[in-house]
């Protein structure tokens, strides 16, 4: 079972909201934040740029998809990662996107096509470089940055060519090659069982795919870390440069509240990170 009921537990943890106390840890000082800029007409589709400051010439843009089982989040709550992507020099874009019960599958991919469409049109006015894009999430936000980077379809509904478009991935535990699916929602969410296999990350590696960072803990019950094992024996398979890294001891929520102050020198994840945005 790789999506467990822990899942719906991260979920409840977004919701009664110990990342607002990682948000109260993050510096004001190095950034500024643009909120609620709209990509779409929905009340959920909007993004926040964290724009580095003093900003440096032509930014790298990192495009953020927080997780939540595609039935939860908003951008607010990932004030933390923004600012955490922004103390490197990169300006963070964080996104708001429809989840379940509004929206099935591929709706949130839909959503995520639009958000990088608007960045690519509108992030140069606000000093990044549309030509150094990375698609980066966490958990069920990494499965919705590697369908924009390996499947074609999302970012082509849109006008854009993931091979140009996208620098590089960057998916922290995420599922990328989940069946079956076990949770009566996440089965809902992806529509009928025949459906399945054509909504699983995997089967879209390709030898022009971007370059991709993955990073898992060997500690992670919720999003086994065999999905990125095997994304990234795929990805080596066919060419695509990839880096997987797997830190030891580390859960499932860890990856991505590593980004927050207090805990960047337990787990590296932001400077492994950093390290993969600079080298591509």
């Not at 930014?59 to 927080?66: D, I």
């Not at 429809?98 to 959503?111: A, C, G, I, N």
């Not at 860890?254 to 950093?274: E, G, H, M, S, Y």
Request: proline share 8%; aromatic share 10%; hydrophobic share 45%.
């Amino acid at each position: 079972v790789v999506l467990s009921i822990a899942l719906v537990a991260l979920t409840a943890v977004a919701a009664c909201s110990p990342l607002s106390l990682l948000n109260a840890t993050a510096s004001t000082d190095d950034h500024r934040q643009i909120a609620a800029i709209a990509y779409g007409s929905n009340p959920r589709q909007k993004l926040d740029l964290y724009v580095p400051e003093p900003a440096p010439a032509s930014m790298p843009v990192v495009v953020f998809f927080y997780g939540g089982s595609w039935q939860g989040g908003k951008r607010q709550d990932y004030r933390f990662a923004g600012e955490a992507l922004a103390s490197r020099g990169f300006l963070a874009v964080v996104v708001d996107y429809r989840v379940y019960p509004e929206v099935l599958y591929p709706e949130f991919l839909r959503d995520g096509a639009a958000a990088v469409r608007w960045v690519h049109d509108h992030i140069g006015a606000y000093g990044g470089d549309s030509q150094r894009m990375f698609v980066m999430g966490h958990s069920s936000g990494a499965y919705n940055a590697a369908m924009l980077a390996l499947d074609g379809r999302w970012l082509g509904e849109v006008g854009l060519d993931p091979t140009r478009t996208v620098r590089g991935l960057i998916g922290l535990s995420g599922p990328y090659d989940f069946l079956p699916i076990v949770l009566p929602n996440v089965q809902t969410i992806f529509g009928p069982r025949e459906q399945w296999p054509s909504t699983q990350p995997i089967g879209y590696v390709s030898p022009g795919a971007p370059p991709v960072f993955l990073a898992t803990g060997d500690a992670d019950e919720t999003v086994l870390p065999r999905n990125s094992r095997r994304l990234a024996l795929r990805l080596r398979a066919v060419g695509v440069p990839v880096e997987a890294t797997e830190y030891p001891g580390v859960g499932h929520i860890k990856t991505i509240v590593a980004l927050a102050r207090p805990f960047r020198n337990q787990v590296p994840v932001l400077a492994d990170v950093a390290r993969f945005v600079n080298a591509h």
